[in-house]
Structures are given as C-alpha cells and as structure tokens.
C-alpha cells in the first residue's frame, strides 16, 4: 500500500519501516492538510498500525487540528491530575518536569512503562493515540510497539484455543502503577472478578480492518478470564503477557526531535524505557474515540 501511495500522491510519502510494523511518513503537509490528505495517510496507518511523522516542527494546536480530523477527542483521567495540560484540554502532557512547588508537571515520570494499550479499562477504549516529541533526554525513553495481529497469529495453539471466545475482567480500581483510581475505593477482598469493571474479549477483530487480535490492556496482575478458575486464569494470562514482547512482532521507536507517531490502540501495544531522572523529557499526546472492543 505504501508502494501505490508513493505513485500517487505528491503530498507526502510512506515508506515502511521494515520492522514488524511501522511507517515513515515524509512531508506531510500540516501547514494545508485537506481531507484527501487525511484519507490517505489513514489507509497507511491501517495497514502498519504505526505511523512516525519526522520533523514535523508543529505546535499544539495543529496537532489538535490534525487529531480532530480523525474523530473525537477521549480524555484520559490524569488529564485531571498531572497530566493535565492548563491551555488545552485535549492534551495529556507525558513528562517527568516538575512544577515550582515540586508536584509533577505531567505524568508518566521517569521510569519504565510496562506493556499496555491505552485506556484499556473503558467500554470504548481510543482508537488512536498520537504522541508528539517536545523535548527528549539524551538517550533512553524510548517507545517500543507490538503488533498484537502478529501476536494473534503467531500463539501456540494451544493457548489460542485455551482463549477462544474468552473476555478478561479489567478492573477499574486499581491503575497500571498499582495506584487507586480517582474517584475510586479498594474492596477489601482480594477477589479482582468480583470488582468494577469492565470485560473485553482476549481476541479482537478490529472495527476497520476485520483482523483478529489480541487484546490485553493492562497489567495481568488485577487480570481475571471471565468464567474460569482463579488458578486458570493465572497460568493463562502470563504466558499471553510473556508472547506480546516476542522481538519478531515488536518495532522501537528511537525519538528524535519533531517526531509524532501515531498508534492504533486497537491492535497495537506499547511500552516505554526508563531514562536519567536528571534528564527531561516532554510528551503532548492526543487520543480518539473508538468502538467497544468485539
């Protein structure tokens, strides 16, 4: 597809990256996008399930411009908290600054960022996330990606069977940190099937492609597989954990300046490398409204 779109379109070019996903995007006209122009950088995306826009030299209100062209905006809860941008509400700052008084002046910090699709614990998880480079440390922070098409594909078949049909319990109250929610109080038992949440099925079959992939969201550790034994569910959920990081379905991004990619939540997990504490990075990210996982 990248291919075809080269020979055709004069406003920009894609030009795959060779990892397991992944797309370059060169010249993307932000300063003039029409919607032609939309249409066709959103079939790329489709078919590598990451794009990375190079030295896009924008500020946030083109990337809101741009996002919104997409569909609508979700926030994320710590868009009320930390992550809160002041100016622009569709923005969730990702960053380790601090403020004058010495709270957080984003989110995320410093430190390694486990596997996981974003916003996970909703009914109708984003569709899209698009995170923009401001300021970058010398080196670590970087962004891996994983296809979880080619994880779907590639599952013994063992396990593929044992998660056929299969939803997983995402609970509500505790966050990819082990933090409590906003809003929300810890059961006191220890029974997470029985706490708020929601279910999504284990194997998905995105909205606009029709591929089947895995979903997972989060941490497994507050995981349940709905309608299976606590120690079943135990055994199965690790190894679907320790299949998503397979180095053949994964691609890093290495940040630069200007860079912005843009993720489909949908079939796609991510996770990010710690860096120096003594170093700063900044992040803008937007996201967008997607479907009830099916």
Known sequence: MATQLDM????FRAVPTGGAL???IFGFPFGDFSPDDISAMRQVWLAHQVLRFRETAIDDDTQIRFSSMLGPFVVHPRQM???????RGQILVISNKKKPDGTPAGDLGDGE????????????????????????????????????YRAYDTLPAELKKAVAGRAIHHQTVIDGRGDVRLGMTRPDNEDYAT?????HPIVRTHGETGRKGLYLGGSPK??????LPTDESR?????????????????????????????????V????????????RLMHRTALEGERPH
Not at 269 to 279: E, G, K, V, Y
């Open 8 to 11: 055709t379109t004069r406003r």
């Open 22 to 24: 992944g797309c370059d």
């Open 81 to 87: 908290q930390q992550g809160q941008h002041g100016r």
């Open 113 to 148: 960022v486990n596997w996981h699709t974003d916003t996970w614990f909703k009914e109708r998880p984003p569709s899209a996330s698009i995170l923009r480079a401001i300021e970058l440390p010398p080196a670590g922070g970087n962004t891996q990606f994983a296809s979880m």
């Open 195 to 199: 706490w708020p949440g929601v279910d």
């Open 222 to 227: 507050y995981q349940t597989i709905v309608g």
């Open 235 to 267: 055994e199965i959920l690790p190894a679907l954990w320790r299949h998503v990081g397979r180095p053949e379905q994964v691609w890093t991004q290495v940040w630069s300046p200007g860079d912005m990619v843009m993720w489909d939540n949908r079939c």
């Open 269 to 280: 997990m991510h996770r990010r490398d710690r860096f120096d504490p003594a170093a700063i």
